[in-house]
């Protein structure tokens, strides 16, 4: 070791006492690379190991913790295929079998530890004539040393995430002598504000999340550290609203009455309470000197699109253009019918920027919406953000669910002047994503359904019950509804993805519905094609549409009542919601099948839950348990912060917490200027890096 080395948090792991060049290697494998990292890697659970069960009073179906002598070991063959390796532990109450599951080599390391004490960990079970646990987790303890004394025993002791190569008792006497260096963490936040919220001091929080003295300790300890983390990462989202706030904007004349006079006049329905309030609070942005950065959330079929028209129509009054981004061209395409129609009363012109254009075409586009003469466009995200040139753009639409980036923000900079943003999600997010991904977006939602609206209804039938379904589905156009079935997702490829959706085409057309209409859509056909199925689907000339997921995503054919999901169980839950919002968009009642079988849990879960509810905040808020956030956005390029120690599920309100503490600090210090607050300045600052929440433009 070496001993006059002084340390800090940035200190590499190889400098800490047992690790070395070796060791830091398998730790690097753990995103483990300086003492920092360390102090912040936390267990995955711990066992009390000051008392341990007794073997005769041990419990089947339960997880626990035992100490005994190891007796016996075996290695035993069950098939040709098949070895077993055997052992027993005894504890003067009674023995328990441990069974590993060809590991032959298990038999040579258990031998290491003969008539030794060995800890074991895991879920008891009932065997043919006695008790049992599989693939236990243990550990030798049997030497009796100080250190054993000292760290693996007679004590709370942490289990650790480990890597190959890395055992738990190596990681744990490494994890001690980091913490040996907890002194070096400064306490950042506020002295006031862990008096208030009774926070622990954070380097006694770090000693005990990992050698806890007791267990009561630990989720304290743990908060604690979730806490700054959530706290730093809302200073920074609010530094950066500040920031956002100060722009120089586009200060509209906004006359509400005469607006909403005549978008009442244009509008095919009578607005929702929720629909109107929603207008006003956009409009009020857009009267201020500042850029609008607002989210609307709405669930599917609440009616976004009237309440994106609204905003558009407050910019066109005012002589500038406005621009909606989809994602995508099936999406872009019905946006252009509904405000082309919406608009054509009152003149405006309404560009729209899609594949299927000729080059002359699209290149006439581009120079009418350069020229100025263009004031609505409407394209994909990419098609809008390849360099099109807006003669004055006041007001830019996403309709999407996935984050729209600051740089995608910085490109829409004209002449120096941001245009007002507003982002539609199209499906609801938990609160604790909106707070992560959109914290620094005011937030308006639709919490209302156009009235007449009856709820979906969902049912999960088994593969062989179809016909059944086809039956209900005949019937539901017979009485002059329209129908979606939705092709089974195939990982493998594009091609055959499409394939399954011609065959199944294919096989409604000539097997089950001969007499009826049926078109088929996906994402290999041609824009052309694709829109001239929409176009016949959308005019009621084909009654079945077979579909891949293309159409997930706010297409919007009123008449259709009835979707037809094959494999269900293989959607995600919020994709499953989004395919369910293509139907019940009219006062029909409207179904939704789930075809499927799963053989998991989890996938019949998903089923049930959606046979359940309707609410989409629910959904979201089970899909986040279900998945984690980082399988639902993808890390990275969705702009998820990937957190040390804050679990998105488990913590939300310790998220609601920092933000409010966070918010309430920056009206003290809007720019933590303070002497006393600078260290949670720097603090801020290297968080930014780690959350990729840019605070530049
Ligand atoms: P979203 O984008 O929120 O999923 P849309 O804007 O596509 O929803 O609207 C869904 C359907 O409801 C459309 O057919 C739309 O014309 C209709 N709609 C929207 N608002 C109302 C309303 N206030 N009353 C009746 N129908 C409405
Ligand atoms: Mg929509």
């Keep these: 070791m070496a001993g006059a080395r002084s340390y800090t948090l940035e200190t590499e792991v190889k400098y800490v006492k047992g690790v070395g060049e070796k060791v830091a290697q398998l730790l690097m494998k753990l995103n483990l690379y300086t003492l920092g990292d360390?102090?912040?890697?936390?267990?995955?659970?711990?066992?009390?190991?000051?008392?341990f069960r007794k073997i005769r009073h041990a419990r089947p179906g339960e997880a626990a913790t035992f100490a005994g002598k190891l007796v016996t070991v075996d290695n035993i063959k069950v098939r040709t295929n098949m070895t077993l390796t055997k052992a027993f532990i005894d504890d003067g109450s009674g023995a328990l079998e441990l069974v590993w599951y060809n590991q032959p080599y298990m038999k040579d390391v258990l031998l290491r530890a003969r008539d030794r004490m060995i800890v074991v960990y895991g879920v008891v079970k009932?065997?043919?004539?006695?008790?049992?646990?599989?693939?236990?987790?243990?550990?030798?303890?049997?030497?009796?040393?100080?250190?054993?004394?000292?760290?693996?025993?007679?004590?709370?002791?942490?289990?650790?995430?480990?890597?190959?190569?890395?055992?738990?008792?190596?990681?744990?006497?490494?994890?001690?002598?980091?913490?040996?260096?907890?002194?070096?963490?400064?306490?950042?936040?506020?002295?006031?504000?862990c008096e208030r919220l009774r926070l622990m001091p954070i380097q006694q929080a770090i000693q005990q999340v990992h050698f806890p003295d007791r267990m009561e300790l630990i989720e304290p300890a743990r908060q604690r550290l979730v806490f700054e983390e959530f706290f730093l990462m809302q200073l920074g989202i609010g530094l950066q609203r500040q920031q956002l706030m100060q722009e120089r904007g586009i200060a509209m004349h906004i006359d509400a009455d005469r607006l909403m006079t005549r978008l009442h006049q244009l509008a095919p329905f009578e607005l929702t309470n929720a629909q109107k309030r929603v207008i006003q609070e956009i409009w009020a942005d857009m009267a201020r000197p500042?850029?609008?950065?607002?989210?609307?959330?709405?669930d599917v079929g609440s009616g976004k699109t009237i309440v994106a028209a609204a905003a558009i129509m407050a910019a066109v009054d005012n002589q500038y253009q406005a621009a909606i981004m989809a994602p995508t061209e099936i999406l872009a395409e019905q946006h252009y019918l509904v405000l082309h129609r919406l608009f054509q009363p009152l003149g405006i012109t309404v560009e729209l920027l899609v594949g299927r254009l000729t080059p002359r075409q699209r290149a006439q586009a581009r120079e009418r919406i350069a020229s100025g003469r263009g004031m609505v466009a409407i394209g994909t995200h990419?098609?809008?953000?390849?360099?099109?040139?807006?003669?004055?753009?006041?007001?830019?639409?996403?309709?999407?669910?996935?984050?729209?980036?600051?740089?995608?923000?910085?490109?829409?900079?004209?002449?120096?002047?941001?245009?007002?943003?507003?982002?539609?999600?199209?499906?609801?997010?938990?609160?604790?994503?909106?707070?992560?991904?959109?914290?620094?977006?005011?937030?308006?939602?639709?919490?209302?359904?156009?009235?007449?609206?009856?709820?979906?209804?969902?049912?999960?039938?088994?593969?062989?019950?179809?016909?059944?379904?086809?039956?209900?589905?005949?019937?539901?156009?017979?009485?002059?509804?329209?129908?979606?079935?939705i092709c089974p997702l195939i990982d493998e490829s594009d091609k055959l993805q499409v394939r399954a959706a011609e065959e199944m085409a294919e096989h409604l057309r000539k097997d089950v519905f001969p007499d009826l209409r049926v078109g088929l859509l996906h994402g290999r056909m041609k824009p052309a094609e694709k829109e001239a199925v929409m176009e016949a689907f959308r005019a009621g000339e084909l009654d079945i549409l077979v579909s891949t997921t293309v159409i997930e995503v706010g297409v919007d054919v009123p008449n259709a009542a009835v979707i037809v999901i094959e494999d269900a169980d293989r959607f995600g839950l919020a994709q499953l919601h989004q395919l369910r919002g293509r139907v019940g968009r009219s006062e029909h009642q409207s179904y939704?099948?789930?075809?499927?079988?799963?053989?998991?849990?989890?996938?019949?879960?998903?089923?049930?839950?959606?046979?359940?509810?309707?609410?989409?905040?629910?959904i979201a808020e089970e899909d986040l348990r279900l998945r984690g956030p980082g399988e639902i956005y993808g890390t990275r390029q969705s702009g998820m912060p990937s957190f040390r120690v804050a679990d998105l599920v488990k913590d939300m309100r310790l998220l609601e917490i920092a933000r409010q503490e966070a918010f309430r600090l920056l009206e003290q210090d809007p720019e933590l200027r303070r002497p006393e607050h600078q260290p949670l300045r720097e603090a801020v600052a290297r968080a930014h890096h780690r959350f990729a929440i840019a605070t530049v433009s």
Aim: proline share 7%; hydrophobic share 40%; with cysteine.
């Design 38 to 51: 360390l102090l912040y890697h936390l267990p995955r659970r711990y066992e009390d190991r000051t008392q």
């Design 126 to 193: 009932e065997s043919g004539w006695g008790l049992q646990i599989e693939t236990p987790e243990w550990e030798d303890i049997g030497d009796g040393a100080e250190l054993n004394e000292l760290l693996h025993v007679n004590r709370i002791v942490p289990i650790y995430p480990l890597t190959e190569g890395l055992g738990q008792k190596r990681m744990r006497q490494i994890m001690y002598n980091a913490i040996q260096h907890a002194h070096l963490v400064p306490d950042i936040l506020p002295r006031t504000l």
């Design 290 to 298: 500042h850029p609008m950065n607002r989210l609307l959330q709405g």
């Design 382 to 485: 990419a098609l809008i953000q390849e360099g099109v040139e807006f003669a004055r753009l006041g007001l830019a639409i996403i309709d999407e669910q996935h984050r729209f980036g600051v740089l995608q923000r910085a490109a829409l900079r004209d002449k120096g002047v941001m245009p007002h943003v507003l982002v539609m999600t199209a499906t609801p997010i938990p609160r604790t994503l909106t707070l992560t991904l959109y914290g620094e977006l005011d937030v308006s939602i639709l919490d209302e359904m156009p009235p007449g609206r009856k709820p979906v209804k969902t049912h999960w039938k088994l593969p062989e019950e179809r016909l059944k379904v086809y039956a209900g589905v005949r019937q539901l156009i017979e009485q002059g509804r329209q129908a979606y079935v």
């Design 592 to 618: 939704c099948v789930l075809i499927g079988n799963p053989k998991n849990e989890e996938g019949q879960r998903r089923l049930e839950i959606l046979t359940r509810t309707n609410n989409g905040f629910l």
